[in-house]
């Protein structure tokens, strides 16, 4: 049962335009939404990450938003450039029993910003 | 220059072998964890680790083993009995105290001969 998950495998944008990508998760007990881009055989980068009981979180180009009401993240990258091409992450964090912050990501969406 | 590095980058098993994956990391972290990723699929967690000589079995923990002898290292073993090991597998760290990020290594790509 996936509590996160990422709906639309791949986007396409143009270059200089809005990407956003979207996130749903069931659980309302999470503490954290985080962002990661993930090149090929490389480790994912951390991007921006919201508290829950915030609504939006900016830093430079990328802007997340929370909607607590409908269990809905969405990540903003605007403008768009060739070099966001990339898969993106949605995660969440919870506290797990054993007193660690235990982290569950969805399944990713490739993002491809043309030229 | 803080950071994670696991290694090998690449890494062969041949049937019935166990296999070590490294993870190092010089964060000062207290929580280390491993996912493995297949292709078109997220990140599943296998262990994780909040502490040195403690760690807790994530979803997919049948098959790996782990240790955390040291605060900077966290090796993940797979195992013979992990009949499906080909992926590409993860390793991470985060400040215990906060959900609010975690770092990735580069990570390590086991394939099976």
């Known amino acids: 049962d996936q509590q996160v998950k990422q709906n639309s495998p791949s986007l396409s944008v143009q270059e200089g335009r809005i990407s956003i990508l979207n996130c749903d998760y069931t659980?309302?007990?999470?503490?954290?939404f985080l962002w990661y881009k993930k090149y090929p055989a490389e480790g994912p980068t951390f991007l921006i990450s919201i508290s829950s009981i915030k609504d939006k979180n900016e830093d430079g180009r990328f802007t997340v938003f929370l909607n607590k009401s409908a269990k809905h993240l969405s990540l903003h990258i605007v403008p768009s450039q060739p070099g966001d091409s990339a898969v993106y992450f949605c995660a969440a964090s919870e506290l797990s029993t054993s007193g660690t912050y235990k982290y569950i990501f969805g399944t990713g969406t490739r993002l491809k910003v043309l030229a | 220059d803080g950071g994670i590095t696991q290694s090998p980058k690449y890494l062969f098993r041949k049937e019935g072998q166990n296999v070590t994956l490294s993870c190092e990391q010089n964060?000062?972290?207290?929580?280390m964890y491993w996912y493995r990723q297949d292709p078109g699929q997220g990140l599943r967690l296998i262990y994780y680790?909040?502490?040195?000589?403690?760690?807790q079995k994530g979803d997919i923990a049948e098959g790996y083993s782990v240790s955390r002898e040291k605060k900077e290292s966290f090796p993940l073993t797979v195992t013979s009995a992990q009949k499906n090991p080909t992926a590409f597998y993860l390793c991470?760290?985060?400040?215990?105290?906060?959900?609010?990020?975690?770092?990735f290594g580069p990570g390590t790509r086991l394939l099976v001969l």
């Open positions: 659980n309302s007990m999470f503490d954290y």
């Open positions: 991470a760290s985060s400040i215990e105290t906060s959900g609010m990020t975690q770092y």
């Open positions: 680790s909040q502490i040195v000589n403690d760690f």
């Open positions: 964060l000062n972290h207290d929580a």
